[in-house]
């Protein structure tokens, strides 16, 4: 899992949106190569990678995903947050029910005193600081994917449940890679794989 964030003036908005700093997903895969320099130029950023391995961990302690998201992101806002000055911090939420995650997310954040927490969905689309920040974290999760199939020497496609290679990736290679750490267990489509397997295993 990869979070970002970027700390920009309000005054650098307008050259944000010239650039055409958009929601990631809204962006080609070069077309987020492009902006993400260009962000780093113009803001502060911090970016975070959560692995599998910690994640399996959290979630056996009782942390969900959305609580490791929260940990996350109260990371990311410690790390920019230097100083006394106010600043607005705008996250996307990833919960349905904002006010708890928000809450939760306070209880991890070092400094509370200068700073304004808003939380709402679809966060990446209505607010450019947000939209930025989700460039950041798409194109270094790109390049952490890249990494792994040059690392193992196989294309295994986005990484995305949806996509198909993925899934065949999974199911044929499971197995053989399941201690390299590049797998999430607690990931619905990975344990819905060992499920099946086990199943074939009893049958």
Not at 126 to 143: C, E, G, P, Q, Y
Not at 159 to 169: H, M, S
Request: with cysteine; net charge positive.
């Amino acid at each position: 899992m990869v979070l970002a964030g970027c700390l920009i003036e309000k005054s650098i908005e307008p050259e944000l949106k010239k650039l055409g700093v958009k929601d990631s997903k809204q962006l080609t895969a070069k077309r987020r190569e492009v902006l993400a320099e260009e962000i780093k130029k113009i803001s502060k950023f911090h970016i975070t990678l959560t692995h599998p391995y910690e994640i399996d961990q959290r979630t056996a302690m009782g942390v969900n995903l959305n609580k490791v998201e929260a940990i996350k992101a109260a990371e990311i806002i410690n790390n920019l947050n230097k100083g006394n000055r106010r600043i607005k911090v705008v996250l996307d939420c990833p919960s349905n029910n904002i006010k708890a995650w928000r809450d939760y997310l306070l209880t991890h954040i070092n400094n509370l005193a200068n700073l304004e927490i808003i939380c709402e969905w679809k966060a990446d689309v209505n607010h450019l600081a947000v939209s930025a920040a989700s460039i950041l974290a798409k194109t270094t999760r790109d390049f952490e994917i890249e990494k792994i199939k040059k690392k193992i020497g196989i294309d295994f496609g986005s990484g995305y449940p949806a996509d198909p290679l993925t899934i065949d990736f999974l199911d044929k290679y499971f197995a053989k890679f399941r201690k390299d750490g590049i797998f999430r267990e607690t990931w619905g489509t990975v344990s819905d794989h060992i499920k099946k397997k086990e199943q074939k295993k009893l049958f």
